[in-house]
């Protein structure tokens, strides 16, 4: 069952833009984590915000959360090439299982 | 930085066959996962386990079963492939965090998928 669904599914920028990705989810959730998928690699967790949480920051990435709207958005911000990947966002309702649903994702795509 | 392991990169099995797909992780993580991904559906969870011999359904085990002996190593299994097992498979481990009912996911760290082909 898709739990997260990301929104636009593809997307291009020039390097030095910034690059806003939402995911809208729809039941409650104790966290939502950010991904991010390199071509045929494995994912690589970028990002965790709890649901007591609106805002959180990790280098050039923010990330936003509202609860009342269930959904999110990642913010990538001076893009470059080597940020070209594919990024999902998944929710966890908490629980000793640590299980995620994962979104479809969104495909940046950097050009330089 | 946590390890995750998978035995194969690429592997082409036929149908019928029964297929293994290894996996392991060194960071002594309780929670293993498997996962499939196909284009236009993302990550499916397949089977996971909190512990070692214990296991559980995700939302897609039909044909799939899984084993866990040691702590480290999480094993998928394709009784008899078909055709349409054929996609990209991850793997993916992390810790437990938390006690009774205050329990908080962790960070997924995953391997670097096994594409495979079934003929």
């Known amino acids: 069952s898709q739990q997260g669904e990301e929104d636009p599914q593809a997307l291009s920028i020039q390097e030095g833009e910034n690059a806003t990705m939402n995911c809208s989810y729809k039941?409650?959730?104790?966290?939502l984590q950010w991904y991010r998928q390199n071509s045929g690699r494995g994912l690589v967790h970028l990002i965790l915000?709890?649901?007591?949480?609106r805002e959180k920051h990790s280098g050039r990435l923010r990330v936003t959360l509202d609860t009342s709207k269930k959904s999110s958005s990642l913010l990538i911000t001076a893009s470059r090439a080597a940020d070209t990947a594919s990024y999902f966002c998944a929710t966890g309702k908490g629980g000793a299982t640590n299980k995620l649903i994962f979104g479809t994702g969104t495909l940046l795509a950097v050009q330089p | 930085d946590v390890k995750v392991t998978q035995s194969s990169r690429y592997l082409v099995k036929r149908t019928g066959e029964k297929v293994f797909l290894e996996c392991v992780q060194d960071m002594d993580h309780e929670n293993m996962f498997w996962y499939r991904q196909d284009p236009g559906l993302g990550l499916r969870l397949i089977y996971f386990?909190?512990?070692?011999?214990?296991?559980e359904k995700g939302d897609i085990p039909e044909g799939y079963s899984v084993s866990r002996e040691k702590k480290e190593r999480f094993s998928l299994i394709l009784e008899s492939a078909s055709t349409n097992q054929t996609s990209m498979y991850l793997c993916a481990s992390s810790h437990i965090t938390g006690t009774g009912t205050r329990w908080s996911n962790q960070p997924q760290h995953f391997g670097d998928g096994t594409r495979l082909s079934i003929l």
């Open positions: 039941t409650s959730i104790n966290n």
């Open positions: 386990s909190y512990d070692v011999k214990m296991k």
């Open positions: 915000i709890r649901s007591n949480e």
